[in-house]
């Protein structure tokens, strides 16, 4: 039991000298996290999606028809990049990279880098698909993380699905928000 | 580095390329199926060399004392991990900085420090582009760029720079730049839960066998083996598409290969040995981008199955090892295997604690007789209980699992899993199998057996004359100390007072370096203190100016640049120059002084022309020279030596005064006159020339080290390029014969060259050297001829180090 309990407390004050190695390396990020670090917050459905080479690299792109706002600005119709894809003959295969499906809708947390690019945050973390619930509510819901997070300390996690009411997650952005802007 | 010695002498198996884990292209639609894979064309690299750059623009953030030359160093040693990987045709180079945006058409490699999505450490991927290239016996897509985008702050994971993490990090992201997807053997290319290697042996034989079987070299040796066979579905008779076959043994690493879309496989490059061979389903957490079928649509792994043991168990005591042998394929290794929905065991992690510091992968110290680790991962267990029917064995018995203790901390549940050792069982890597009633996990490697404790630096105080002067406890005689993850310059250790004195690698003034032992068992002194390492802090000295010479090149051109600086510590292997540009290849770097170089370039004729970024590193100490170099238009006409001469006698080696030597390149004639050929300014006598070629004699008066060569085509004249004179031929003076065993006398030879370098040739078998000794400017090198020697007179030639002696007659008795 001595060597359980010395486990335990070190544990409690957890240094792991583990860190990522894959091709994609996401930071656990929790639903207050998104929000906050999001650039803008959007509810829309895809249209359709192309790439481009950026820089000797291809990026995909979505357009996202948007219906509501939530956090930030945003156009009308939101253009969306995720690394890598196939331009013509030029590909790039990153494993671990998420995909949008023309037609679904999502809430999606933004981020729009200096070079004004918006990525989803987190990658897998920040999309949503939005749905119907069996009692007619709508529902926003993601899969497990199939990436490997990170804890701040370093730690590997399981990214456990979520599933809510959109009137619920939209009530969570707006109390952050407001938090955050305070 | 003893399986890296053991792989190096045994080579590996030329054959087709099956289902590695690659980034594979199907080129047809039913079996046999022919994979090709994205990988770099290394006809296109300047000696089959891909060089990496880091972006100028480094991270904008970093923890208590690290800083960007310590990412540098790491990504530098990263790259040096990768290279002259055993069987592998690929060279590896660090480039140092380059400037993004900065023209350049030839296929690179990049590390780019960028704000990423929050939530985001970093990816990075390989791309391709044009179509199959089908000019050689396999197939393949070419890569042009690898780019891995890196968080800009290195206060989060993978920082700080200096620790082994960060290091492996970038060994890592190497391998898939290389063309490396992940594995499942705890390899430096397994995800990090499991991934089990170490600074000191940073790759591992599946690492090994990923890349050699990605850039096979052309001549093989046989000294590892092959198993190849079939994983069917059970119910329909299917084959298994990306099941993940593993051969393991008990105290040594795994090798493994993804399967074929008929559930085909074979694993090469195994080292011989019994083996143990079980196929498993990926993971949910595999993370591996799917292969692709001629129509370039995703061919997705069939459904999950429950993980089996060859011939068809659960149960490794039930198991059937299979033999390796060396140039054999072992054949018919099928596993029929039973659909299931998905695996409920995976992404399995070992720690170890040293204090509050938990370490991963788990040290068990075998003199202890007990010990703990620590067990997380998903489907062990939850709310503080072990899942149903939990079971934890270890392969190969060196240990045994005494009980397993769940617990939570932090709101997640972990196994305490109670070790003994075996006295009679053997070190290394131990591999832990985790059974519940429905499912079956190996974990490779899960953690290592070692017999000492950790390292651990007591104290670190500056000598007068630059060295170091460091106490600490678990000192070994091959223990390494390191500077901010670089290696010391030299060192000397005491084992039994528990000090070392060591030279750290150059570095800038106040600069802080984190100081680490690392034990050849893997452990190092971080584990128990990276939460307050010692540093040593670099003194006051001068600035370190740095001048290139001549700053700018034509394409198509081979040249000598002249690096000259002041107060710098140029070393031979330890200095780096690059151009920041994958356009312009550094090939030979001759150190002449600790402030003075000479670096052999090339540069295509298709570079873009371009102003680029100097980096000239030794350690820590880095110059950049920014726009410091300029590729202008090829020169039409002008000569190009290539700065590497042959000898023209077929059984020689080495450039030495007096030898007849062919020198190849372009524009080496004009307008069919006779071209001159000089040395530091000598004639050399040219005996041959077209515009392709020269044979010429080395003058005779040359000494020895790098001279300057010069072609004079009879319209214009080349750059100089630097060539290394060796010294003069070692000369046979007598051979003695008594029966099978020969004794050669040589003068020249030099006195210090060991048994293990020393090879002779005759009548074209190679022997190897059974005792070499030196007297009075004489060396005598013994040679047992075997039974492939033929008879009668035959030439004989001793080789050292590369450089062939004079040729003398051997009259071999039938």
Excluded at chain 1, 76 to 82: K, R, T
Excluded at chain 1, 143 to 157: D, Q, W, Y
Excluded at chain 2, 310 to 328: C, E, N, W
Excluded at chain 2, 546 to 551: F, G, L, S
Aim: charged share 10%; proline share 8%; hydrophobic share 40%.
């Amino acid at each position: 039991m001595k060597a359980l309990t010395a486990c335990v407390a070190a544990l409690a004050g957890l240094y792991l000298a583990v860190t990522p190695g894959r091709a994609v390396t996401l930071q656990q990020l929790s639903m207050d996290d998104l929000i906050s670090q999001s650039t803008a917050i959007i509810r829309g459905r895809v249209l359709t999606s192309y790439t481009t080479v950026n820089g000797g690299e291809v990026l995909t792109h979505f357009k996202v028809q948007v219906s509501d706002r939530w956090k930030g600005v945003s156009a009308d119709v939101a253009d969306i990049v995720f690394p890598g894809g196939a331009a013509g003959a030029v590909r790039q295969s990153i494993p671990g990279i998420p995909q949008l499906q023309e037609g679904q809708e999502y809430v999606l947390y933004l981020w729009t880098n200096r070079a004004g690019l918006t990525f989803v945050t987190g990658f897998q973390q920040g999309i949503f698909a939005v749905s119907q619930g069996a009692d007619g509510q709508l529902i926003v819901q993601r899969p497990a993380i199939s990436e490997m997070l990170l804890n701040r300390g370093g730690r590997p996690v399981a990214g456990t699905p979520v599933r809510l009411r959109l009137q619920d997650m939209s009530t969570r952005v707006a109390l952050v928000t407001r938090g955050t802007s305070r | 580095m003893r399986l890296i010695r053991t792989l190096l002498f045994a080579g590996v198996l030329a054959g087709p390329l099956f289902g590695g884990a690659y980034f594979l292209h199907y080129t047809n639609r039913s079996a046999p199926y022919a994979p090709a894979p994205e990988k770099f064309d290394l006809t296109a690299l300047p000696e089959k060399t891909l060089t990496f750059f880091v972006s100028d623009d480094g991270p904008s953030g970093y923890g208590a004392n690290d800083g960007y030359l310590s990412v540098l160093a790491q990504v530098r040693q990263a790259a040096q991990a990768w290279d002259g990987v055993p069987g592998s045709d690929l060279r590896v180079a660090f480039g140092g900085q380059f400037t993004p945006d900065t023209p350049q058409n030839g296929p690179g490699a990049q590390v780019v420090f960028e704000d990423l999505p929050p939530g985001v450490y970093g990816y990075g991927g390989p791309v391709s582009s044009g179509g199959l290239n089908t000019a050689g016996a396999s197939p393949f897509f070419p890569i042009n760029l690898s780019k891995m985008h890196i968080s800009r702050d290195l206060t989060q994971p993978p920082g700080p720079s200096f620790t082994d993490s960060f290091y492996l990090v970038m060994v890592h992201e190497m391998g898939h730049a290389l063309g490396l997807q992940h594995t499942f053997t705890s390899s430096v290319m397994s995800t990090v839960a499991t991934r089990a290697t170490s600074v000191r042996q940073p790759i591992s034989a599946d690492d090994i066998a990923g890349l050699a079987g990605l850039y096979p070299v052309k001549t093989t040796v046989a000294g590892t083996g092959s198993i190849s066979g079939r994983i069917l579905f059970s119910d329909t008779g299917q084959g298994v598409h990306m099941a993940s076959v593993v051969a393991i043994r008990g105290g040594a690493p795994a090798v493994s290969a993804l399967t074929l879309p008929d559930g085909t496989f074979q694993i090469d490059s195994i080292p011989p040995g019994q083996y143990f061979v079980y196929a498993h389903a990926l993971p949910p957490t595999a993370d591996i981008v799917n292969p692709k079928d001629p129509d370039g649509k995703d061919v997705a792994p069939s459904g999950s199955f429950g993980t089996l043991i060859y011939p068809g168990t659960r149960d490794f005591l039930q198991a059937s090892p299979i033999a390796v042998m060396a140039g054999k394929v072992t054949k018919d290794i099928n596993l029929s295997v039973t659909p299931k929905a998905s695996a409920n065991i995976y992404a399995v992690s070992i720690y170890s604690f040293f204090g509050n510091n938990a370490v991963h992968p788990g040290r068990f110290n075998s003199t202890n007789t007990k010990g703990t680790v620590v067990a997380s991962g998903a489907g062990l267990g939850s709310n503080g209980n072990a899942a149903d029917g939990l079971g934890v064995q270890a392969i190969g018995g060196a240990v045994s699992v005494s009980a397993v203790r769940p617990y939570t901390a932090n709101g997640y549940t972990y196994l305490a899993l109670d070790l003994r050792s075996n006295p009679m069982g053997g070190g290394g890597p131990q591999h832990l199998v985790f059974t519940t009633s429905g499912d079956l996990y190996v974990l490779p490697s899960a953690f290592e057996l070692v017999a000492a404790d950790a390292p651990a630096v007591s104290s670190v105080a500056n000598n007068a004359d630059g060295t170091v002067a460091i106490a600490a406890t678990g000192l070994t005689e091959r223990s390494q100390i390191y500077f901010d993850g670089v290696p010391a310059r030299s060192q000397s250790i005491d084992v039994a007072d528990g000090t070392a004195s060591a030279t750290p690698p150059p570095g800038n003034a106040g600069q802080p370096a984190v100081v680490t032992i690392y034990n050849p068992d893997g452990q190092n002194s971080l584990f128990a203190q990276s939460g307050s390492p010692l540093t040593y802090t670099y003194p006051d000295a001068g600035p370190t100016p740095v001048t290139v010479q001549p700053a700018t090149l034509p394409g198509a051109s081979e040249a000598t640049i002249d690096v000259t600086g002041v107060n710098t510590h140029f070393a031979a292997g330890d200095t780096s120059v690059g151009f920041g540009s994958s356009d312009i290849f550094v090939r030979k770097i001759f150190v002449l002084s600790p402030t003075h170089l000479l670096v052999n370039v090339a540069i295509p004729a298709a570079a873009a022309r371009a102003a680029t970024e100097v980096t000239v590193m030794t350690g820590f100490e880095e110059v950049v020279l920014p726009l410091a170099f300029r590729i202008a238009a090829p020169v039409p006409g002008k000569p190009v030596p290539y700065p590497r001469l042959f000898n023209a006698v077929t059984w020689q080696q080495g450039t030495y005064p007096g030898a007849v030597m062919t020198l190849y390149g372009s524009n080496l004639q004009a307008d069919g006159s006779t071209p001159i050929v000089s040395f530091n300014g000598q004639a050399a006598p040219v005996v041959y020339s077209s515009p392709g070629q020269i044979n010429l004699i080395v003058p005779s008066q040359l000494p020895t080290g790098p001279a300057m060569l010069v072609v004079q085509n009879g319209s214009d004249m080349s750059f100089p390029v630097a060539i290394n004179i060796d010294p003069p031929a070692p000369v046979i003076t007598a051979v003695a014969v008594n029966g099978r065993e020969v004794t050669v006398s040589l003068t020249g030879f030099p006195a210090d060259a060991h048994p293990a370098n020393v090879t002779a040739r005759v009548g074209g078998v190679s022997l190897p050297a059974t005792r070499v000794t030196a007297e009075s400017g004489v060396t005598r090198v013994s040679l047992s001829l075997n039974a492939n020697v033929p008879a009668g007179d035959q030439p004989l030639v001793v080789y050292v180090d590369g450089r062939s002696s004079t040729q003398a007659t051997l009259t071999v008795s039938p």
